[in-house]
């Protein structure tokens, strides 16, 4: 009974392992031509809770008949002189070897050796010893402990709550400024505004020497390209027409197109440089070009005079 026993729980656990391996790799190229039935997760889920069943089912069984044989009354039979009774004979099987090396329990027989005086309403209290599971269970967790105590407090080499916290915060921080590079780059000249910090005025003024000075002189005082002083403008003097003309250039007049070589921020830097030396008034500045273009402040609501006094213009870049 035994070997059949154990024999149906192994024929259940293999069945359960075959059908796992269904759903690895090797059952991709299958999953192609199988039934739609034989290939949803949620079969192999019903399947192997039905195995579940069975299985708690046999076993289930198996104690019920264990139980009973212990509960059946027994048979008393007097062995002849020199005949060898089956229980003489039987040995412990190797589960219940490894079962009492588990527990450590003493045996029924033998409880009168461990109990203790104290009675609580018929109830009497052995002295066992704990079960060497328990006890190598809590030997495990010492050793657990000291371990992590060396090496995440002492040793340092693993990441403590606070560590993954800040580690963590770092990263958010990485990609926080991932997110506001992409978000700047996307600025054009329908949303270029003024830059006022001093970093981005600076960086404007290194590409402006390394890039326009040759055409507009070192203080914007116009040399082959117009004046950048003063308040006329060729080709519009807001924000967004200043960020185009350098973005698109103007190939007629021979200004190169920069928007191959430089980003959109870079582009809005230079443009908030050039801002910065509106009204400067430099040595053996160029002659005025273009129209009067008069800077309507964002501070009051513009007037109609206010809104007139600003000139059309037929395209928006500079020099």
């Not at 404007?204 to 002189?217: F, Q, R, T």
Request: hydrophobic share 40%; aromatic share 8%.
């Amino acid at each position: 009974m035994k070997n059949k026993f154990f024999t149906t729980i192994l024929f259940l656990v293999s069945s359960t392992a075959v059908m796992a391996q269904e759903t690895g790799p090797v059952a991709q190229k299958a999953s192609e031509t199988l039934p739609k039935i034989m290939t949803d997760p949620l079969n192999f889920i019903i399947a192997f809770s039905f195995l579940v069943m069975i299985g708690a089912i046999l076993v289930l069984m198996r104690v019920i008949r264990i139980l009973t044989d212990e509960l059946a009354p027994k048979k008393i039979v007097t062995p002849e002189p020199g005949q060898v009774t089956e229980a003489a004979v039987k040995k412990p099987s190797f589960w219940s070897k490894l079962g009492q090396s588990f527990n450590d329990a003493v045996p029924v027989e033998k409880e009168a050796d461990v109990l203790l005086d104290h009675n609580y309403d018929g109830i009497k209290e052995l002295d066992n010893n704990l079960p060497p599971w328990w006890k190598y269970g809590f030997y495990l967790t010492i050793i657990f402990a000291v371990i992590y105590m060396v090496d995440y407090h002492v040793v340092g080499a693993g990441n403590v709550q606070l560590d993954e916290y800040n580690a963590q915060l770092a990263e958010a921080e990485l990609q926080k400024a991932e997110r506001l590079k992409l978000v700047a780059n996307n600025v054009d000249e329908s949303t270029v505004t003024y830059l006022t910090e001093e970093t981005a005025i600076a960086n404007g003024n290194k590409i402006y020497v390394d890039k326009c000075l040759v055409c507009h002189g070192k203080a914007g005082e116009g040399i082959v390209g117009p004046n950048l002083t003063d308040e006329y403008w060729i080709h519009g003097g807001a924000a967004g027409d200043i960020f185009k003309t350098i973005k698109y250039g103007v190939p007629s007049k021979g200004m190169l197109a920069w928007q191959g070589q430089l980003t959109p921020v870079q582009i809005q830097e230079v443009t908030s440089f050039i801002h910065t030396l509106k009204g400067t008034k430099p040595a053996n500045a160029k002659a005025p070009q273009g129209d009067l273009y008069t800077e309507v402040s964002t501070t009051a609501a513009p007037t109609d005079s206010a809104s007139t006094s600003v000139t059309d213009s037929t395209a928006t870049a500079v020099n």
